[in-house]
């Protein structure tokens, strides 16, 4: 019979409330994502992984200078030692560190496909070898002189570095992007020598601030180049604040050829764009047609970037086609900054230009520190041991007797020549080969220059000025080997102010030029027609709806509307609704009251003047410039008050105005008359006992008059024929002359 299996006892049950266990495990993934993988740390600039990365090459003896080793090796080891997360994003991490369009200072050289500017992905790690660059020997130097603490690896196994020495401005000088819970990093690379000669300032005056280091720290320093065009004060806002974001431009040059033909020459591209998605949105822009100014875009880059554009023809604007282009596609990005980083390995927090370079700087006076007492205690330890090498070479046949005849000898050494135990155990663990060695003087050199790099010790560790004067010569010394000078420091990324340029212009290079007719319907529904479309019988409208009025225009034609309440308002032709349908209700496109009907629409051209008139018979001139608004609000230039409103409008052209009203009074006046402004109610026009204003026209007295019937007929009349209307502004008028139209309307409007 096989033995009875005996259940185990039931573990003891607790209740726990699911909100509280959800808060509690939300917590610690969000403080594990925010301390461990998605903020970097003030002092060194790096991430976790970054760090292990780093430290795993360290251990693998992988210097500038040494032969490469495999990917998969250093990838390998780190994973089992340090970082337990998976070898796919140890490797995307050390392959970010080796390309030289990422990182502003690569940490890694790596030999093999380490990706590209276009986005291609990097060969396996299989394939890649890889080692440290002089930047990342600066970050790891001091580790094996106790400059930083060390803690416990994931299993307990090892022991990896908590922050590495810094001996180089990483946080800054190369970046860092991250993500975490509720809270994110992005910091832009910037130059390691600017960044220097501000420690160096900050070194010298500890309580200067964000804006007075921006005479050396002028913006950031992008890997790929590219052209910074924010204002000065927007930038200092940014530093002084650590939140903010930066317009970075491709930087371009025009290249002529043969008979006045030119292109456009893009050499360098904003910073994280990938080069190949770029053309590729760029085509697409070309095949929606929105990019007219745009003949054609080609890539021609080698090892540098070479973008190629050319013009639809070359009478084009290449500042134009280049604005086109900046506000289409990714040749112009916001680069943001956002200084969020890890205080002292531990707390999240949003510091500033000076903030951050302080951090760095307290944690080199800190490393310094702990080597100089690692080093203390490396020489009081040497200088111990010498003592006893003194003695035992002064007395070294006793020694040798001592040792020779003594079961226990350390203990008689201590005793018959006064030693410590460090000198006692240093005698005997001394070799043979050491004894022809132990020479007097070179014992007493060595103690002499020992003692006085002790000497040397001391007066550091005692003085704070000391000390800062030690830190301010390693700054030096980073700043030598990155300065301007040098192919690596030599800034990449220039200055410029954005260039100015009329904004119509702008808008225009955005449409294709082409020929279209608006209609415009009874209630007030707009559409546009491919072509200049003059039999328009075929349309059909909507119920109890039909056609009010229609005109030739361009898709680049600004149109101005002036409504019942005074105001005039700006439409591009290229955003209304075209197609077979209805149209839309001109009402989806501006701000246009309810109770507020259109006066007029029509082309706006630019440069000439209008004479408008209010129902209750008051008006004055305006130019046609003054009439444009931006917004959908309009732009107030009639002031009328309910239940009076705006009536007529009309081109000025002569010399004298005609005014008819309601009552069939007709007046003609000079129109010196009436004055040119800018808004207002305006003078009176015509005087009325009932009733109001109909219409208005002007023209030119030795020409004559013209007016247009309901069928479309044109009379003429000379102003002796008009002689019985003339008058003066603000008369009543008279009936006009025989066959004038019933409508009481002039048929001319603007012209």
């Known amino acids: ?115 590209n500017i276009d986005g291609d992905n990097p060969a396996a790690y299989r394939y890649t070898e890889a080692r440290m660059t002089d930047v990342a020997r600066l970050l790891l130097d001091g580790i094996d002189e106790d400059g930083v603490a060390f803690r416990a690896n994931y299993d307990g196994q090892s022991k990896e570095p908590i922050v590495l020495p810094g001996g180089f401005p990483n946080l800054l000088a190369n970046g860092a992007q991250g993500i975490a819970v509720g809270m994110a990093t992005a910091i832009p690379p910037h130059n390691a020598a600017e960044l220097c000669d501000a420690a160096l300032h900050l070194i010298e005056k500890p309580d200067a601030k964000s804006k007075a280091l921006l005479k050396w720290v002028k913006g950031p320093d992008f890997p790929t180049g590219g052209v910074i065009i924010d204002s000065r004060e927007s930038i200092a806002e940014a530093y002084a604040t650590g939140r903010g974001s930066f317009r970075t431009r491709a930087k371009w040059h025009q290249e002529d050829g043969a008979r006045g033909t030119w292109v456009v020459v893009i050499t360098e591209i904003p910073w994280l764009v990938q080069k190949s998605r770029l053309i590729e949105k760029i085509a697409e ?116 007797k001592i040792i020779r005849t003594e079961d226990e000898p350390k203990p008689v050494l201590m005793k018959a020549f006064n030693l410590t135990d460090i000198q006692a155990e240093a005698i005997l663990n001394m070799r043979l080969r050491s ?159 309810q109770d507020a009907a259109i006066v007029a629409l029509f082309v706006h051209t630019g440069g000439r003047k209008f004479l408008v008139a209010s129902h209750d018979g008051q008006g004055f001139i305006v130019g046609e410039d003054d009439c444009v608004g931006n917004t959908r609000k309009g732009k107030q230039i009639l002031n009328v008050e309910m239940p009076n409103e705006a009536r007529a409008v009309c081109t000025v052209s002569g010399d004298t105005v005609a005014v008819i009203g309601e009552n069939r009074k007709l007046l003609i006046f000079g129109l010196d008359q009436v004055p040119e402004m800018a808004r207002g109610r305006g003078v009176r026009l015509q005087k009325y006992k009932d009733g109001g204003l109909s219409d208005i026209a002007t023209f030119t007295a030795k020409d004559g008059f013209s007016w247009r019937d309901s069928a479309g007929r044109e009379f003429t009349a000379s102003i002796k024929e008009l002689a019985e209307w003339r008058g003066n502004r603000a008369d009543a008028g008279r009936m006009p002359p025989k066959g004038f139209p019933k409508s009481n309307k002039f048929g001319r409007g603007i012209e």
């Not at 970010?96 to 502003?104: E, G, V, Y």
């Not at 800034?491 to 020929?515: C, G, K, Y």
């Not at 039999?535 to 709806?545: H, I, P, Q």
């Open 435 to 593: 004894l022809r060695k132990l020479e007097e003087f070179e014992i007493r050199t060595e103690d002499k220059n020992l003692r006085a790099e002790l000497k040397d010790i001391n007066a550091i560790l005692k003085s704070e000025p000391e000390q800062w004067a030690k830190v301010a010569e390693q700054v030096r010394k980073v700043r030598e080997m990155f300065g301007p000078k040098t192919a690596l420091g030599k800034r990449r990324t220039q200055f410029a102010d954005a260039p100015e340029h009329d904004l119509a212009a702008i808008e225009e290079a955005f449409v294709e030029r082409e020929p279209v007719t608006v209609v415009i319907s009874d209630k007030g529904w707009v559409r546009t027609l491919k072509g200049h479309v003059a039999d328009l019988s075929g349309l059909t409208f909507k119920t109890d709806d039909k056609l009010d009025k229609a005109f030739f225009a361009e898709t680049t034609s600004k149109l101005l509307l002036f409504a019942t309440n005074g105001r005039f308002y700006s439409l591009d032709v290229a955003k209304l609704p075209g197609g077979r349908g209805h149209g839309e209700p001109i009402r989806m496109f501006i701000d246009l009251d």
């Open 1 to 115: 019979m096989g033995k009875r299996l005996i259940p185990p006892e039931p573990a003891e049950i607790h209740d726990v409330q699911l909100r509280e266990a959800l808060e509690e495990r939300y917590l610690a993934y969000a403080l594990s994502t925010i301390m461990h993988r998605a903020l970097p740390d003030a002092r060194d600039g790096l991430k976790p992984v970054h760090r292990r990365i780093l430290y795993g090459m360290r251990l693998l003896r992988l210097d500038p200078g040494t032969p490469f080793k495999k990917s998969a090796k250093i990838v390998g080891d780190v994973m089992g030692s340090f970082h337990p997360h998976g070898d796919q994003s140890i490797y995307d991490a050390l392959v970010r560190l080796a390309q030289d369009f990422s990182s502003r200072y690569p940490l890694v050289d790596g030999q093999g496909n380490f990706g």
């Open 285 to 400: 822009l070309l095949n929606e047609k929105k990019l007219p100014l745009v003949g054609d875009v080609r890539d021609e880059s080698a090892e540098d970037v070479r973008v190629v554009i050319e013009p639809k023809s070359r009478t084009v604007d290449p500042e134009l086609l280049m604005e086109s282009l900046f506000r289409l596609s990714e040749l112009e990005s916001k680069i943001p900054l956002n200084l969020n980083v890890l205080v002292k390995g531990r707390i999240p927090k949003v510091l500033g230009l000076a903030e951050c370079l302080r951090e760095w700087l307290d944690h080199l006076r800190d490393v310094l520190l702990r080597r100089s007492n690692y080093r203390k205690a490396q020489i009081e330890h040497r200088l111990e041991v010498l003592g006893g090498y003194l003695i035992a070479y002064l007395n070294i046949d006793k020694v040798i």
